[in-house]
């Protein structure tokens, strides 16, 4: 089984910014794809990111594009989401997925492509 966790989360005032880290239980960590999801109060799973295996590809969604960027580490087995100029409505848990999965440009992000997921960070933007 294949363990996923992530962290960093917390609270900030709105225009602030957090790195989320994530990391998983396999040491061939550069074989697994990460993305990252956000499930916000009252509203269903959101895809934001994902980065290949290797980090050569990635993709991100419209609705965070510039303001989130998805990086990895594979000698540290880590990887990052990095939020900046958050807003209140970025206020959701956070959660880190990994799986043996393509992370491609025009493919549309789906949940159903990873299969094994953290327990989620939550992340509060407000004054």
């Known amino acids: 089984q294949l363990q996923v966790e992530e962290s960093g989360g917390g609270s900030v005032q709105p225009g602030g910014s957090l790195r989320l880290s994530c990391t998983t239980s396999?040491?061939?960590?550069?074989?697994?794809?990460i993305a990252w999801f956000r499930r916000a109060p009252g509203k269903g799973r959101e895809a934001l990111s994902c980065?290949?295996?290797?980090?050569?590809?990635?993709n991100t969604v419209d609705s965070v594009k510039g303001r989130f960027t998805i990086s990895r580490d594979n000698a540290k087995k880590m990887a990052y989401l990095q939020m900046d100029n958050l807003r209140p409505e970025d206020t959701a848990v956070y959660y880190c997925?990994?799986?043996?999965?393509?992370?491609?440009?025009?493919?549309?992000?789906?949940?159903?492509?990873?299969?094994?997921w953290g327990q989620g960070t939550q992340v509060t933007v407000s004054s």
């Open positions: 997925a990994a799986d043996m999965t393509p992370c491609l440009p025009a493919r549309v992000l789906s949940a159903e492509d990873y299969g094994h």
């Open positions: 980065i290949s295996a290797r980090g050569g590809s990635i």
């Open positions: 396999a040491i061939s960590f550069d074989v697994y794809a």
